[in-house]
Each structure stands twice: as structure tokens, then as C-alpha cells.
């Protein structure tokens, strides 16, 4: 198993950034697809951007394409999520998650997840 626990969260401004981070504990980081998620209020859960065992190869929402950018350290066991130019709509708890399975959009496929952290966009 893997334990995440995310930081970073809090409140900003349009137009500004935050960086979020998700510490891994259990078995090897390396050996987890992980990926990013967001739930806004009133709304379903919905992908993010997910990076494969060594960080090549990631994949994003179009929603957050060329805002975002997700990465890894696998020596530190922890994924960031590097969140530029924010906007009002993408307030919400934002969670990571992990399996190791397949790189994935769908939330089904992943068996490990944090407890969420707020992130909240003022106009």
C-alpha cells in the first residue's frame, strides 16, 4: 500500500500560481502511475493530469493544458502539481492519486488517494 497526504493548497487571486505537492509513504514510489485530480463544489470528481513511473510521459485535461504541469521525485517520493495562470473555475479540493496499474484519466483505475487539499481562485 501507499499512504498520500497533498500540501499547498489555499487561496489566490486570478491569474496567479500555486504549487501543490503530495507526499508518498509504503511501498516504492517509483513503482505508482500517479496522478492529479480536482473536485469542485456541487460537481463530480475529475481528472487532472496523470505522469507515468519515471515522469516522461504525462498527459492533462485540456481544461488545464499549457497552465499545468505535473512532475515527480522519485528519490523525495513526492508528485507536484505546478499550477500557473489559475482561474475562478479552477477552485476546488484537489487530490493525488496512485496505482499501479496504467496511466489513466478515469479515477476508477486508481486504488490509492489522498485526503485533498483546497485550492480556492478569487476574481
Known amino acids: 500500500q501507499v499512504q498520500l497526504v497533498e500540501a499547498g493548497g489555499g487561496l489566490v487571486q486570478a491569474g496567479g500560481s500555486l504549487r501543490l505537492s503530495c507526499a508518498a509513504s509504503?511501498?516504492?514510489?517509483?513503482?505508482?502511475?500517479m496522478a492529479w485530480f480536482r473536485q469542485a463544489p456541487g460537481k463530480q470528481r475529475e481528472f487532472v493530469a496523470t505522469?507515468?513511473?519515471?515522469?516522461?510521459?504525462?498527459n492533462y485535461a485540456n481544461s488545464v493544458k499549457g497552465r499545468f504541469t505535473i512532475a515527480r521525485d522519485n528519490g523525495k517520493s513526492t508528485l507536484f502539481l505546478q499550477m500557473n495562470s489559475l482561474k475562478p473555475e479552477d477552485t476546488a479540493v484537489y487530490y493525488c492519486?496512485?496505482?499501479?496499474?496504467?496511466?489513466?484519466?478515469?479515477?476508477?483505475?486508481?486504488?490509492?488517494w489522498g485526503q485533498g487539499t483546497q485550492v480556492t481562485v478569487s476574481s
Open positions: 492519486a496512485a496505482t499501479q496499474g496504467t496511466m489513466s484519466p478515469f479515477e476508477r483505475e486508481y486504488d490509492y
Open positions: 509504503g511501498r516504492p514510489f517509483s513503482t505508482y502511475y
Open positions: 505522469i507515468s513511473w519515471s515522469g516522461d510521459t504525462t
